[in-house]
């Protein structure tokens, strides 16, 4: 680059090469360029006359010939050139004529003179003063401590003071040196602030920085010239930024106890990204966490907390705290007050006044439930022993506002645990269990008179139990005869009072030593009031089992079940043995007098007899028999299709009803002549006008039967036995009314039967039902008994 500027000079005479000198006036003309620029040295080599024409141009440095364009020689020979342009000189003709110098150096900087000679036209002189302009150097940036800074300076920290210097080497003229912001001029080191040395310096202080200077660009230029660009250096300055803001996103409440949760906080305006922490009050989550940076945004942060509420976290502060690491005291938090609902907490107690330890019968006692629940509870229930409490004041039992109960003249029955129960939407809570005992004197665990058989000359066991609280700490044995009332010695019973039992060894010696046999226990709450009553018989053979019933009779089975009698004192086994023609098919026996008879073949007329057997012996047989019923063949499948017609049908119709005709004629008649037949002895409860006496109530021992079974009409009575009489049931079973009883010199054994056939049927098919065998024992001959 350069530039031309003329200024008028004074007058100077030229001496041309033609015959004679003609004087020119010239003027100075200023050409500038820059180091490694190009430079036009302009000359007018035009003729002044449309008639003449140029000769010849010469270029003088300090009156020195360096460059001569000669037109009267053709070729490459018409231009000559110094050694100190060699190449970088040459001559232009258009658009205007002109010495063009290029990578122009500093020693190039001189005045030059053109001389143009015409044919005709006098010689014209032109002085030109060419000017080489020396760039400064690029600037270079240093910080505060003399580092260079190429492309970022910092990061420095937001609000704090920082130093940028420009330096700026060379250059001729002396060049200015500036401090630019996006164009905006910052700070100025003009050409006339002299500073010792080649290089100048221009210093940039940026007080507090703020987040409008992160990112910002700054610039150095230096110029000293207008023929070429200034020199620049750009950097970009970084920030350490405090958080600008922090919230908890997700604020959805309430939340529960146990049910995982999803949190979103977020961060903006950090940098570098902060770092999110969770906090309930001073302790820190240990939960799951997420972080995330939005790289559009590149200074918001966002974290997830997955985390489990617990109870204790309800009413607390959540806090999502974004924490700087570059920075002191630059921690920013949100926070959220957690509602955290939880399933009830209920807990019982008993009330103020009340000791648990000394609670009697008839005392008043009261308790109380501490409900702790979010949200409220909306129901209190009370239970004891599971089962659930209904507000009651007449049997003492009274609710008050759902979370006090009192038990009004509580006794001993009312002991066990008690619990309260909360509801909420969350759920119900259950109170640990409150357990009331009650303090009360012994009872017998057994309320009736237990007969207890004591053979001669041998040791019996008697076992007295009683239910107390607290358990019992003495036991007390007396011996009531005939003759007088003895107690017991205190080494002749043992006694085991964590479970209320004592256990005495008798002996009797004679028979004055039966009788009754009385146990009191005494505990803190005092002595029993109703002592445990025991009667001592010798032991015997036991009694005949009595009132047997059959039952689920089928092809190869029953079910019998007797009434046990008098066990003889001893511990009692019970047998039932099952007898065919060809000998015996089953033999049975159990602790009860209840017995399942399997495997007894079908269609079979059995014998069976039950006893009773204890160490005395056997009691006398009950004998009665049965007969199964038949195995029912397989049913067979009717042909699908007859072939048969229309006529042949009719007369099998009609054949048919003629038949049936006639037999319902022929058990019209049968019928009649029976009831001739057994007219004197036989009375239908049907006929008779007196009330209907229920045979239960005729018969206290008769065993009724289920109440899921139909029940016919009274049957008729049988007031004597001409021959056995047999009925079949509805399987077609045989029960045969014959039952033997222990004999007895008192009185012989009365039989009577009672058979029944339900004729009531709408489809005039009698139902029949099973004969119930009935027996008059010598010994409670005013009462029947029953055997099935």
């Not at 908890?248 to 995982?260: A, F, N, T």
């Not at 009609?654 to 037949?677: E, F, M, N, P, Q």
């Not at 007219?679 to 409860?685: A, C």
Request: aromatic residues 8%; contains cysteine.
């Amino acid at each position: 680059m350069f530039a031309i500027s003329k200024s008028p000079s004074a007058t100077k005479n030229f001496t041309t090469a033609g015959s004679s000198m003609t004087p020119v006036t010239g003027r100075v003309t200023r050409v500038s360029s820059v180091v490694g620029g190009d430079a036009d040295l302009p000359c007018d080599s035009r003729p002044p006359q449309y008639n003449d024409s140029l000769l010849l141009v010469v270029w003088y440095r300090d009156d020195n010939p360096v460059y001569s364009y000669d037109t009267r020689v053709q070729g490459s020979t018409a231009h000559w050139t110094d050694d100190a342009f060699a190449e970088r000189a040459r001559w232009l003709e258009m658009p205007n004529t002109a010495l063009h110098l290029s990578n122009v150096q500093s020693r190039d900087r001189a005045t030059y003179r053109c001389r143009v000679d015409f044919e005709i036209s006098p010689t014209r002189n032109y002085r030109i003063e060419l000017d080489i302009i020396e760039l400064p150097g690029k600037p270079v940036i240093f910080d505060e401590y003399g580092k260079e800074i190429s492309d970022v300076a910092g990061p420095y920290y937001e609000g704090s003071d920082f130093i940028l210097i420009c330096s700026v080497n060379g250059g001729n003229p002396i060049p200015r040196v500036q401090w630019l912001q996006d164009e905006t001029v910052l700070a100025t080191l003009s050409v006339g602030e002299i500073q010792l040395g080649p290089i100048r310096s221009l210093t940039l202080l940026i007080k507090n920085a703020t987040r409008t200077h992160y990112a910002s660009v700054y610039t150095c230029t230096a110029d000293n010239t207008l023929l070429a660009p200034s020199q620049r250096s750009t950097i970009r300055v970084d920030l350490y930024l405090r958080p600008l803001t922090v919230e908890i996103l997700s604020r959805e409440q309430p939340l529960s106890v146990g049910r995982k949760a999803e949190l979103w906080c977020k961060s903006a305006g950090a940098r570098p990204p902060v770092t999110i922490t969770w906090w309930i009050g001073d302790k820190k989550l240990n939960s799951e966490t997420k972080q995330q940076i939005d790289i559009e945004e590149g200074n918001e942060t966002q974290s997830l907390l997955q985390w489990t509420p617990l109870k204790e976290h309800n009413g607390q502060i959540l806090a999502c705290r974004a924490e700087h690491t570059k920075f002191n005291q630059s921690t920013i938090e949100s926070r959220l007050n957690l509602n955290i609902y939880y399933i009830p907490n209920a807990r019982m107690h008993f009330g103020a006044k009340i000791n648990p330890n000394d609670i009697e019968e008839g005392d008043d006692v009261y308790f109380g439930c501490e409900v702790d629940a979010n949200p409220p509870a909306y129901k209190v229930v009370w239970e004891h022993n599971g089962v659930l409490l209904q507000n009651n004041p007449s049997n003492g039992v009274v609710l008050t506002g759902n979370t006090n109960l009192a038990l009004r003249n509580v006794s001993r029955h009312q002991v066990g645990k008690y619990t309260c129960t909360a509801s909420n939407v969350e759920g119900d809570g259950k109170s640990t269990p409150l357990h009331l005992q009650v303090v009360y004197k012994p009872l017998c665990r057994r309320k009736e008179i237990k007969l207890i058989g004591a053979p001669l000359q041998e040791p019996s066991t008697v076992e007295c139990e009683v239910d107390a609280f607290p358990p019992p700490d003495t036991f007390e044995w007396t011996l009531n005869n005939s003759a007088s009332s003895i107690k017991v010695d205190r080494d002749r019973f043992s006694i085991d009072a964590s479970v209320g039992k004592s256990v005495l060894t008798y002996v009797p010696v004679s028979e004055i030593d039966y009788g009754t046999l009385s146990c009191r226990a005494t505990n803190l709450a005092g002595q029993q009031i109703l002592p445990c009553v025991y009667t001592l018989l010798p032991s015997t053979r036991p009694d005949s089992p009595t009132n047997c019933t059959v039952y689920n009779l089928t092809h190869d089975s029953l079910d019998l079940m007797c009434l046990a009698g008098y066990e003889g004192g001893l511990q009692c086994i019970f047998v039932a043995e099952v007898w065919a023609n060809e000998g015996l098919v089953v033999n049975a026996s159990n602790w009860a007098a209840f017995w399942n008879l399997r495997r007894l073949g079908s269609k079979r007329q059995l014998k069976i007899i039950v006893y009773a057997a204890n160490a005395r012996g056997r009691s006398e047989h009950v004998v009665f028999t049965v007969e199964t019923a038949p195995r029912l063949s397989p049913r067979t499948e009717a042909q699908e299709s007859w072939e048969v017609n229309w006529v042949v049908g009719g007369v099998f119709g009609a054949a048919c009803t003629v038949a049936l005709i006639l037999c319902l004629v022929l058990i019209a008649t049968r019928l009649r002549h029976r009831s001739r037949d057994y007219e004197g002895t036989i009375q239908l409860s049907k006929n008779t006008p007196q009330k209907r006496q229920s045979p239960d109530d005729r018969n206290p021992d008769l065993i009724p039967l289920d109440k899921g079974v139909d029940r016919p009409p009274d049957p008729p009575h049988y007031t004597t036995v001409v021959k056995k009489q047999e009925a079949k049931n509805s399987n077609g079973a045989h029960i045969l009314a014959s039952a033997q009883t222990p004999s007895t010199p008192l009185s012989p054994p009365t039989y009577h039967s009672e058979s029944q056939v339900d004729r009531s049927g709408t489809n005039g098919t009698g139902r029949l039902h099973r004969e119930i065998v009935t027996t008059r024992t010598p010994l409670l001959a005013a009462h029947q008994e029953s055997c099935v």
